[in-house]
């Protein structure tokens, strides 16, 4: 059996502001953008090249905006990211060379953290 890991919920204060955030800033896909009642809300994001989406909105989660940590996302180059991101207006940290990969992280306004891996050469 396979298992497939294709959709994360990330908890958000302002919808508008995480999609703005998300695609605007960070580059990411808008898949969908749907209210389905007034009780929900969905937003589904994809980053460049992956198989798993995020999704925010109304009415899918009861996670408390800001306090999802270690999103990880893997990349071909930490240097060229962090151009990227900064370019766009994101705060992110120096590149941080580490034995086991070149990580970028950075936080969305709402304080859910994530972090871009460069893979070491094997």
Request: with cysteine; hydrophobic share 40%; charged share 25%.
């Amino acid at each position: 059996m396979n298992w497939k890991l294709e959709l994360i919920i990330i908890p958000v204060t302002d919808i508008d502001r995480a999609k703005a955030f998300y695609v605007d800033q960070v580059g990411f896909n808008a898949d969908f953008d749907q209210t389905v009642s007034e009780e929900i809300r969905f937003v589904q994001l994809t980053p460049q090249g992956s198989a798993c989406s995020i999704a925010f909105g109304k009415g899918l989660t009861d996670a408390i905006p800001g306090s999802v940590r270690g999103m990880q996302i893997v990349i071909d180059d930490a240097d060229a990211a962090h151009h990227e991101l900064s370019g766009r207006g994101v705060e992110v940290s120096a590149v941080d060379d580490q034995p086991w990969g070149r990580f970028v992280y950075f936080a969305d306004p709402d304080g859910n953290k994530w972090s871009l891996q460069q893979l070491p050469k094997r």
